[in-house]
């Protein structure tokens, strides 16, 4: 049986997709780009991704077990903090780029960090 999840998780969870898409999305065009600060920028939206989805898919796993244990619940609100810190690094340099594109993603990246920080235990609960 799984649990129901909160409203606040659900949004994360969708919040942190989105992010992981959108990084993807332009991950492919920054490959295209030859220079090392091209390079740079495809590791930060690589590892940005990465984290945006196992961020997401941890959420999952804690909502659909009955009984999360605390220790359970903590660690999901402690990646939750991790994916934050690396969406605002992460916006941080695509802003610096100055292109409507990366400053959009920037964007994206800035709210899911703060969907991200918001995950606290209360807010894991049931719904």
Known sequence: ????????MQ????????CHDMCEQMLSRCMETRGEQAMQMSM???SCADMCRMCAD???RCSSMTKAGADMVQMCVRMCGMCADMCEMTAEM???MGTREMTDLADMMTRCAAMCRQ???KSMQLA
């Not at 049986?1 to 409203?7: E, F």
């Not at 949004?11 to 989105?18: A, D, G, P, S, T």
């Open 1 to 8: 049986m799984t649990r129901q999840m909160s409203t606040e």
């Open 11 to 18: 949004q994360c969870i969708e919040m942190c997709n989105k």
């Open 44 to 46: 930060m939206m690589m």
């Open 58 to 60: 941890m959420m999952m």
């Open 94 to 96: 695509c802003n610096r």
């Open 119 to 121: 995950m606290t235990p």
